[in-house]
């Protein structure tokens, strides 16, 4: 399930499925898996009634294997969205307390929903599933998805570098460094990144991350990133911080 799809085979423009059904409504046209170099071919469908729509890839031209929007689907209406945070859920994660404004603690809680029927997103990989299923300019609680989520899509936003503060980000493993328990990354071939692991998780996360290379993996990493000369470095405090795509 996606609420992004390509309208041309070219993969040039696309669209957002609540808009692709007021263009086009049920006329069973094809559309285009947004992932560049998937063949998938998709076709508009409805959710609770009309009031909801989504892209799912035809039985005849599914995503390829590795094509992460066939592994990371997300349901939008299956999520409280008022209940978004991405600084607690970093805190949560990472067991670090992140200092907020209070303006942004009074803004949020009157935003806070009872409803309890519906799920919370709580992990990196809910995370990523919603940010890569909606277009970078979305907002999720009033969050734009670029400000969360720095992948190839969002990366020529960042013509600035990349701001302190939390970030998921789309990563390749390099190498590492043991004495100093580094490991070292570049998102999109772009960024130099680090992450410090602390010594007893080190051994575990640099296997795990030299496995995704050899079986030619990207990662996932959840962190409070901070420019050091010229590169950007976070600390991982637990291993619910990254993910192995895939």
């Not at 076709?43 to 390829?64: C, I, N, Q, V, W």
């Not at 859920?89 to 029927?117: C, G, P, R, Y």
């Not at 701001?163 to 043991?178: H, N, S, T, V």
């Not at 990207?218 to 291993?239: A, F, M, P, V």
Request: proline share 2%; net charge positive.
């Amino acid at each position: 399930m996606s609420y992004l799809a390509y309208l041309d085979n070219e993969k040039t423009n696309t669209i957002k499925a609540n808009d692709a059904f007021l263009c086009f409504g049920k006329n069973n046209r094809e559309y285009y898996c947004q992932n560049l170099v998937c063949t998938a071919k998709m076709t508009l469908k409805s959710r609770k009634g009309e009031s909801s729509h989504y892209f799912a890839a035809l039985p005849s031209f599914p995503h390829d294997t590795n094509c992460p929007y066939k592994t990371y689907s997300f349901v939008r209406e299956d999520f409280d969205e008022s209940t978004f945070s991405l600084e607690k859920l970093f805190a949560s994660i990472s067991k670090t307390s992140v200092a907020k404004k209070k303006h942004e603690l009074e803004k949020q809680d009157k935003k806070q929903s009872t409803n309890t029927t519906l799920e919370t997103i709580k992990t990196i990989g809910q995370l990523y599933s919603m940010c890569i299923n909606l277009d970078i300019n979305d907002e999720y609680n009033d969050v734009r998805i670029w400000k969360i989520l720095l992948d190839e899509r969002s990366e020529q936003i960042y013509t600035k570098g990349i701001c302190d503060g939390i970030r998921l980000i789309k990563c390749e493993f390099k190498g590492y460094k043991e004495e100093m328990s580094l490991i070292y990354l570049s998102s999109c071939n772009r960024f130099d990144l680090r992450i410090h692991i602390s010594d007893e998780l080190f051994p575990d996360v640099r296997n795990e991350m030299y496995k995704s290379r050899e079986n030619k993996k990207s990662l996932i990493i959840l962190g409070y990133w901070h420019k050091n000369r010229d590169y950007y470095i976070s600390e991982i405090t637990s291993k619910k911080q990254y993910k192995i795509l895939g």
